[in-house]
């Protein structure tokens, strides 16, 4: 039996040329899988960097405030003058003179900033999401109780954070996955 060396030498460069393109995909992916990782912290720093000094204690606030626990009816918070108690629909966090100093309203812009990226793939969406879980989901219901006067068909929170909504209609989050706490209701 003779061996044909330009068919084992066509077999040989195969071969190379199989492995070779393996281990450049496997390399190609790996990179992607740390650039997406780097994108992820990246974008966590980016949304402490734009938030302003006690954004994140007037969300805590906001969110005792909507608590069943102070009496707040669905879709509301309390605010307390003088002993006196009020409902204040959540839409009063999207206007000028609000509670929060606009805290609510700039998270809501970069979750919609986020969910753009979540949702094109460029960041690890399970790394942001333990990070900032809780705010992202409490704000997200919140957005869901307004509602948009303007437009008969599409919400507030369609028609100005529609990537906002894309992320949580996908179903892309699972129950089971970790967060930061930042509040709890006592």
Partial sequence: MEVDITEFRNWLTFSLTFFGGYIALKTYLNNQKQRKLENSFRIILMFRKSLHEGDIQAWEKIFHATSESVGAERGHFVEIIDDESRQIPLSYLFS???PDNGAVGRM???FELISSEV????????????????LMDTTYYWLRFIDNPYEEYTSFLEKHYPCFTRLYNKHQIDEKWAKRMYAYIG
């Fill in 96 to 98: 000028e003179g609000a």
């Fill in 108 to 110: 809501a812009d970069l």
């Fill in 119 to 134: 949702l094109n793939k460029t960041v690890e969406f399970r790394v942001v999401y333990f990070q900032l879980g809780q």
